[in-house]
């Protein structure tokens, strides 16, 4: 058996003139390799694909994104052009037709028309020459809100509390409203605390605002305990997993000893029903008031300390600029703005369209600019 094997190999190599014959076959190892080639070359067009695909829909979402600000930003615009309608129509008694740079004498006049205290209006001048341009007064204007904070809603306490003060009159009752329909349309569970038991018509006026709004309230009679109604607020608050509570307290002018210690109490009970509660007190500030509002926001502010300011009625008054003395005055930020009586009639303060606003009144555009 093994002769006929070494026999058969013999007469192979004695056919190919005793060498052993090349086939010119292809390598299994380069089979390999080339489909190693055409694989590599696939997965390498299907990454460029994804990645293409990647950066499509990252574009797509930063597109998404700067539309939503760019629509934001046109909103706030529009909504601070409305507030400042009263306010920017007077200017036209000191500049007739809007201008690309403008004297000196003409904008202090217009600062002071606005209802800008004079120690502000100075401040903001210093330095300034003949003509001012639009750039160089929107850059003085401006860092008069620096005091306004970054807003963080994740990571707040929950629920998160804000104590509502300032006088009667000022739109206290209906901007508490409006603060729990913006909560509510971002599907926050709001609830809210009727703490002004010292007039009956407070407590019916939120009631009606609950009733119409769909969102639950704590009351009771009027008379009774203010601070008793916060904590019963924020204890239900907890009990039942809300987002947001807003406890209203009374309006009487803050001058009143009774008042302070009302404040002071509530302030204190709210402590014990949840740690750190309140966690913002805002002080509604009535716009019509101009400058003399700043008073009343000094006075609350000593008593228990002030996170925020909110304004009312702009819309309603030709003191805009007061809005400049207010922030630089208490240093404190102004959150909100509110005009009319809609419960969306609220919208966050915004210093660079705030004073767009102002300046679209005296100012060219740079559009109208480049025209002329």
């Keep these: 058996m093994f002769s006929f094997f070494k026999k058969k190999e013999n007469n192979d190599n004695s056919d190919n003139n005793g060498k052993k014959e090349d086939l010119d076959l292809p390598s299994l190892n380069n089979e390999k390799e080339e489909d190693q080639v055409i694989t590599n070359e696939n997965t390498l067009e299907k990454k460029e694909d994804l990645k293409t695909e990647d950066q499509t829909i990252s574009n797509g979402i930063k597109e998404e994104k700067s539309t939503n ?21 007077n200017f036209s008694s000191i500049i007739p037709k809007k201008k690309e740079i403008i004297f000196f004498n003409e904008i202090e006049d217009v600062l002071i028309e606005a209802d800008m205290e004079y120690e502000v209006i100075e401040q903001v001048m210093e330095g300034f020459e003949n003509f001012i341009s639009r750039k160089q007064l929107r850059d003085r204007l401006i860092p008069l809100f620096a005091n306004v904070p970054k807003r963080e809603e ?24 409006k603060l729990a329909n913006r909560y509510k349309l971002k599907n926050k569970k709001v609830l809210l605390g009727a703490g002004d038991t010292f007039r009956a018509a407070a407590i019916e006026q939120l009631s009606t605002w609950a009733s119409k709004l769909d969102i639950p309230i704590i009351k009771t009679k009027q008379g009774h305990d203010a601070s008793a109604v916060a904590y019963d607020t924020i204890s239900s608050g907890l009990a039942k997993d809300f987002d947001n509570v807003i406890i209203d307290t009374a309006g009487r002018l803050q001058t009143q000893t009774n ?24 002080m509604i500030l009535d716009g019509t008031q101009g400058n003399s509002a700043i008073a009343q926001a000094k006075a609350f502010h000593e008593m228990i300390g002030i996170d925020g300011i909110i304004v009312t009625k702009l819309d309603g008054t030709a003191k805009g600029g007061a809005l400049f003395s207010i922030a630089s005055q208490l240093k404190l930020p102004i959150l909100y703005v509110g005009i009319g009586e809609k419960a969306t009639d609220l919208i966050e303060f915004s210093a660079d369209a705030f004073v767009d606003s102002l300046l679209d009144g005296i100012y060219l555009k740079d559009l109208e600019v480049n025209k002329t």
């Excluded at 994740?154 to 409203?177: D, M, R, S, Y």
């Excluded at 009302?262 to 966690?279: F, G, M, R």
């Design 154 to 177: 994740e990571n707040l306490p929950k629920p998160f509390v804000q104590l509502i003060i300032g006088v009667n009159g000022a739109g206290k009752t209906t901007t508490i409203a």
């Design 259 to 282: 008042l302070s210690h009302e404040l002071k109490k509530i302030v204190k009970v709210c402590s014990k029903a949840q740690e750190n509660a309140p966690h913002q007190k805002l």
């Design 69 to 89: 600000n760019s629509d934001e930003k046109e909103s706030q615009k529009n909504f601070f052009s409305r507030a400042l309608e009263k306010t920017v129509s």
